[in-house]
């Protein structure tokens, strides 16, 4: 069990190929209980974005503020503030910030779809 704020959370650069101004912060995983998957919250500040990239495994996005762009198989999908998206399996994908203040989504994985040691 957890109950806590995302101000508790550690902050984390991510980093890699493809990836600019991107934070993570890993909020709910197998270690709190939640076998099998992780929530986490991701922020891009203005002109981040995630790597262009694909993977055997699904996500489910909900956006909580800012603007952004979800790229899904050559489609470019707008999101805001409430937005949600399903991201299947195999599906090359990236997400955008769009807009000129903070894009935060949380992203819900497997858990082979994080590294967690």
Not at 32 to 52: Q, T
């Amino acid at each position: 069990m957890i109950v806590s704020h995302i101000d508790q959370v550690e902050k984390k650069a991510m980093l890699g190929p493809g990836v600019e101004k991107a934070w993570k912060q890993i909020c709910i995983s197998p270690a709190e209980g939640w076998d099998g998957y992780v929530m986490r919250v991701f922020e891009l500040e203005p002109g981040g974005k995630a790597p262009a990239h694909k993977h055997s495994w699904p996500h489910i996005n909900y956006f909580l503020k800012g603007e952004g762009i979800v790229h899904i198989d050559g489609t470019d999908n707008v999101v805001k503030e409430g937005s949600f998206s399903y991201i299947p399996a195999d599906s090359y994908h990236q997400i955008s910030n769009s807009g000129n203040e903070v894009f935060q989504f949380i992203c819900i994985v497997p858990k082979e779809g994080e590294y967690i040691g």
